[in-house]
């Protein structure tokens, strides 16, 4: 796997997360975006992992969803990809 197909796969996987949680907690996609401070197509984007999101944003939506941020990306292993130029992972 290349660098940019392991960055939209963990990009995908902490979306779906975000998704599986959001919807366990019974919050609508917009209510949370809302209140995290973000509009309904970042968040949309963000599940569907389409955009990159921030530790900023996803500290936002943890507290409005309850959780820690570590629930965020509970499980998510990156793609050894994701290093670079020579770097072992």
């Known amino acids: 796997m290349d660098v940019d197909a392991a960055r939209l796969a ?3 996987a902490v979306g779906k997360r975000v998704r599986k949680i959001r919807t366990q907690q019974r919050i609508g996609q917009a209510e949370c975006a ?3 401070g973000m509009d309904k ?24 969803l309850g959780v820690e941020m570590g629930d965020l990306v509970a499980g998510v292993v990156p793609d050894p990809a994701l290093v670079t130029d020579g770097v072992d992972a």
């Open 10 to 12: 963990l990009q995908a």
């Open 34 to 36: 809302r209140a995290a």
């Open 41 to 64: 197509s970042s968040m949309y984007r963000l599940e569907k992992g389409e955009q990159n999101v921030t530790l900023d944003t996803l500290a936002r939506i943890a507290l409005v």
